[in-house]
């Protein structure tokens, strides 16, 4: 596939990362040094200029494109390049990245003329919204219509007496509705057997129904309390996003903004929550305010420093747990040394939806984990596969674990004797590498 990606920023680079093996990519933007630097780590092709110029969609090629991906941080570019792309090459399908939700709402009711739209906020809200939903998880996603969660879980010296620890997975007693997809030992993958065990230091990646995603959180994690309220730090788009999330759940929710002007819009905004106009750091106001009593400290203050500030701050006041959104993905380490426990890259969220786009069409979600390491695909099983009615245990080990099945609607977790169905939605984890071609063989 020939895909035009517009904007060489964080996004767009996760965009390239994960498509560059098996497309032909050309890369639009306007600083010269960005598309430098992608040229000498990439395989494209970089066209030096304006997305939303006509000119320049002529010079990156655009009518013998197949996808446009309009991923810069301008909505108002991202808006008119895929809009002007409709008309110069109909064939041409648009992808368009906002961050306004204004615009996807413009979009679903059919005014912007563009073939399908990500809200970077609505993404990254969904993602805190998952997070939450499974306490002391790593990092959460929800496949297959919420009927699938996908958790990573740290194996921490607390879960010794768990009752699978240290056993080996054929004979464990593991929650039901589940199935172990992966473990993480000493930054090593490894692929889970009957004979392989989860010990204390591991990284374990499960699928599950959400009910049993809890119980493997409240196994391995006995202390985690559930989450009932939560304070938001900063009320900007993304902020106001996450708080209505969280809001529709229900919760109690306390929003803490400092700029007067933008407090205000908040309270008129969302008048179930609590606004405050304050610092996220102010010491009298965290301890007048009660702000450790929260379950959930979430920090979008805008700059990564500020939100790395808050969500420590809110830490050592007694916040259990922290959420820290970044800007940037070297922060994601920063915050994860710092002991913020839950760290979210809206970028990233975003680039996930987009890249769907690129795989095969039967390929309905899919997520990108523990540092983008591996994939998670949400793919429909073709009459033809010779896959079909193979049994999981027989099936070649090279790198994927199917996780789950949706069959006539209804998600399973099979065992080794379960066999592939046309049809069927199967939830694989596979090595990115190796991701169309586990598509293809399905």
Known sequence: MRIIVLGAGHVGITVVEALVEEHELVVVDLDPNRLTALSNAFDVVTVEGNGASRRVLDEAGLVETD???????????????AMLARRLSPSTKTLVRTTDVEHLKAWREGVLDVDFMVSSELEAARAVINAIAVPGARATDVFADGQVAIAE????????????????????QLPADSRVALIVRDDRLVLPSGRESIEVGDRVIVMASPASAREWSRLLLPDEPAIENAIVFGADRLGLAVARKLLARPMRVRIVEADAARARRAAAALPQARVFHAD??????????RVGRSDVAIATLGSDAESLYAAVTARVAGVHTTIGLVDDPMSV????RAGVDVTVNPRTATAEELIRFAHDPRTRQIAMLDDERFDVLDVVVRPDSRFVATRISEMPRTGSTIGAIVRDGRARFPHGDDALQPGDRV?????????????QAL
């Open 427 to 439: 939830i694989v984890l596979v090595d990115p590498a190796r991701a169309s071609t586990v598509e």
């Open 67 to 81: 996808l446009l991906i309009a991923s810069t941080a301008r909505d108002e570019a991202n808006l008119v390049a």
């Open 333 to 336: 380490k920063v915050f994860d």
């Open 280 to 289: 996220a750091v102010n010491r009298d106001f965290l301890r007048e305010e």
């Open 153 to 172: 879980f740290d194996v921490e010296p607390r879960a010794q007496t768990c009752q699978f620890v240290g056993v080996p997975l054929a004979q464990a």
